[in-house]
């Protein structure tokens, strides 16, 4: 098979701009694939930390773009020196303060439709030559709800490239009323049940989950988990029409940029053979968020976006215990939900001595954190893949996580079998509830307590598991394939016989 050019589409990539996992992804995901001999490009909305970051860069072209007051530029730069990099440049919806879908109160931006569409229709443009850019794509991999009009827009295109449609999220899928559709001047043939139409509201993400000629998810058990009424969102009877173009990828991390013998932000580096020198990373830790010193407490942590997904009110709702344990003590980094940042910084200010809460975003601390622990927390109820358990695996921190989508595919529980045949990489719980959590969290604390080779066993186990992209990027490329060679046809064009 001959290399292809592909198009990354998406709304945050690591290191220009990054709220969550998806940056992280559109980060790692696009260098494992240029392994291969693909020219994978990526493009994104040019928000003002990406033009800051991506420099030098320069004006390759300038789109008028439907609905658009102003003529849209493409800036070309680099992501990192790795990857090229579009940005679509329109100050008047991306020259803003704030994150890429929030104001600095963390409020939606209201015009975000206006925003993605546009984005989309400046990636559609690329799609089809129409940017004059001299390259044009095989395919575009679209991710999450933000690019789910790309495949729709594209499928009634004569000469067009593949799409692909990975949902990271399902929980987000950008739907907003009737009017708004109708304000954007999407073409009304995309106004249909088969179509962009969902419950009477207009749906971004069903462009991607319809039109795209293949879906995948970021976990073989999410894919499956998505396909019912619990975790679908409505969407799964669309998904389980789709289940012969639909697959789980699991994702993979980026492991130069997430190595315990190499990472910059650590006091101390170690790996498998050095496990002993994690505990400098301990109370290096320690001393930064002003816990008391001690390499013999029991310390657990977490990371994360301040949301219901991630069950950070199960982890408030077992402090109590927690705290009567003797020497355990609890690492807090995130932001997101005020009432949620409200009741961190309240247990912190209660018990001192223990618990730290960090309320903000901050990446190098969130490798110490991952580095200094010695358990991380990732209580989720629901978690397409999750990449802090496998940061957390790869430094030896070992993951105490509730068994879900990518967390039940990427963690092995500590059962005494498990332990026995050497494949124990953490401590699994079944229901997500506090009461579950909390068995967890005990039994982690008891196993903490036997002989520290037992530990260093544990932990080590996890450190040796290989989630880099390889195997992953070799997936991908396959599902590439197949959608370039056998396009999907256009729902609103194909008459299905009951
Ligand atoms: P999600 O994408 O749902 O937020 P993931 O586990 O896939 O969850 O990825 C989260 C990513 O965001 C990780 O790289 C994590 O370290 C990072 N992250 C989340 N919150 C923070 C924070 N407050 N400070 C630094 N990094 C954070
Ligand atoms: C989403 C999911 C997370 C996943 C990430 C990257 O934000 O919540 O589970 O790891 O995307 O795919």
């Keep these: 098979m001959s290399p292809l050019n592909i198009l990354f589409a998406a709304s945050e990539a690591q290191p220009l701009i990054k709220t969550g996992g998806l940056a992280d992804v559109v980060g790692s995901l696009p260098v494992a694939l240029s392994h291969f001999g693909h020219d994978v490009r990526v493009v994104l909305p040019g928000y003002p930390q990406a033009i800051e970051r991506a420099r030098p860069l320069h004006p390759v072209a300038t789109l008028q773009i439907p609905g658009s007051l102003e003529p849209v530029r493409i800036l070309e730069g680099w992501m990192g020196e790795r990857t090229r990099i579009y940005l679509v440049d329109a100050p008047g919806l991306f020259d803003r303060p704030g994150n890429p879908y929030t104001n600095a109160s963390g409020s939606d931006w209201e015009d975000n439709p206006e925003r993605f569409a546009l984005f989309c229709r400046a990636i559609v443009a690329i799609a089809l030559g129409h940017a004059g850019l001299n390259w044009r794509p095989d395919l575009i991999h679209c991710n999450d709800w933000q690019t789910g009009l790309v495949p729709a827009l594209l499928a009634s295109e004569g000469n067009r490239p593949a799409t692909l449609f990975t949902i990271h999220n399902l929980a987000?899928?950008?739907?907003?009323?009737?009017?708004?559709?109708d304000r954007i001047r999407l073409p009304k043939s995309l106004w249909a049940p088969k179509g962009l139409e969902f419950h009477q509201n207009f749906s971004f993400i069903k462009?991607?989950?319809?039109?795209a000629d293949w879906i995948t998810a970021v976990s073989p058990t999410y894919a499956r988990e998505i396909l019912t009424p619990e975790f679908g969102y409505g969407l799964e009877g669309l998904l389980r029409h789709r289940t012969d173009r639909f697959k789980g990828i699991l994702n993979g991390i980026d492991y130069q940029e997430w190595d315990?013998?190499?990472?910059?932000?650590?006091?101390?580096?170690?790996?498998?053979d050095t496990f002993d020198l994690k505990k400098i990373n301990k109370l290096k830790l320690q001393q930064e968020l002003g816990l008391p010193q001690d390499e013999n407490a029991f310390l657990l942590g977490h990371i994360g976006r301040l949301v219901e997904q991630k069950g950070v009110d199960l982890i408030l709702g077992i402090l109590p215990g927690l705290v009567k344990q003797q020497n355990v003590q609890l690492v807090l980094l995130g932001s997101g939900d005020p009432k949620l940042e409200r009741a961190l910084r309240m247990v912190a200010a209660e018990h001192p001595e223990r618990i730290s809460a960090?309320?903000?975003?901050?990446?190098?601390?969130?490798?110490?954190?991952e580095a200094g622990c010695d358990c991380f927390l990732m209580p989720s109820r629901f978690e397409p893949c999750g990449l802090n358990q496998l940061y957390s695996l790869r430094y030896g921190t070992v993951p105490i996580v509730h068994r879900t989508?990518?967390?039940a595919d990427t963690v092995v529980d500590a059962t005494p079998r498990n332990l026995l045949d050497d494949t124990a990489t953490g401590f699994v719980f079944s229901t997500p509830d506090q009461h579950a959590l909390w068995r967890a969290v005990e039994r982690a604390i008891e196993f903490h307590k036997r002989p520290p080779v037992w530990w260093e066993k544990l932990a080590v186990n996890g450190m040796k598991q290989n989630f880099s992209w390889d195997t992953?990027?070799?997936?991908?490329?396959?599902?590439?394939?197949?959608?370039?060679?056998?396009?999907?046809p256009n729902p609103l064009t194909t008459v299905t016989v009951e």
């Design 260 to 272: 315990p013998a190499s990472d910059p932000a650590l006091p101390q580096h170690y790996d498998a």
């Design 172 to 181: 987000y899928q950008g739907v907003f009323p009737r009017s708004v559709f």
């Design 405 to 407: 989508g990518g967390l």
């Design 358 to 369: 960090y309320i903000g975003y901050d990446e190098p601390l969130a490798h110490r954190v």
């Design 472 to 488: 992953s990027a070799r997936h991908y490329q396959e599902i590439y394939w197949q959608a370039i060679n056998a396009p999907a």
């Design 207 to 211: 462009g991607g989950l319809a039109f």
